[in-house]
């Protein structure tokens, strides 16, 4: 996962919460206002998915989720329409007809799964993009034993074979397949973690930029 830096809620989801904090009954999920929010999600999280790096390029792609579940007990009120607790993730509201068998990770993997912070690592985390390595096949284990690494791989299907091949794909074409030099690999590391002018981090960034500085040190220890 990409750490994701939450800015200040959208003027639309305020001015929504503003018109109807003398009837709170409206305040719920269910009315609040959605194309607004994502839009700014998308731009936050650089047009990826807020939990397996998947790109995500248009309002359709992808969905609000709530990185602790609406369902959850002893949430405080107003939590699911708190903006700091949403996320823009894959697929779209409208997923095809095969929906779990087509994309049995991410969110629709993690659903309604009790999370907190001794079994869950959030991208909104300082250090979740430390603790998950990435490897050139395009695996993923935690971070030495770091449980609640261990348990978000499980419970968001990190490590499941569809998002693996594709990550291994990525990390091909960015890295292993393109005769890099250990400068080059190096400035690839560093370099993918940034946007580009349009806003938007490349997909599987944070694998790619962990792979390329695994490939560079490679190189430099054959010499």
Known sequence: MKRIVKGLEPERLRRWKEENAAVPQNLNYGNMPTTEVKSQMMVEQGYLCAYTMKRIQTLGDCHIEHVTPRNQPGQPLHSDIDYNNLLACFPGNKPPLKWNSQYPYGAQRKSGTHV???????????????????????????VAADAAARNSISVLGLDHEQLVELRKAAIEERVLDAELSADDAATLAVEILTVNSDGRYPEFCIAISQVAGWYAGRIRDRK
């Open 116 to 142: 907190d912070q001794n079994n869950f690592v959030s991208p909104l985390q300082e250090d979740v993009e430390r603790r998950f390595n990435y490897a050139p096949d395009g695996s993923v284990e935690p």
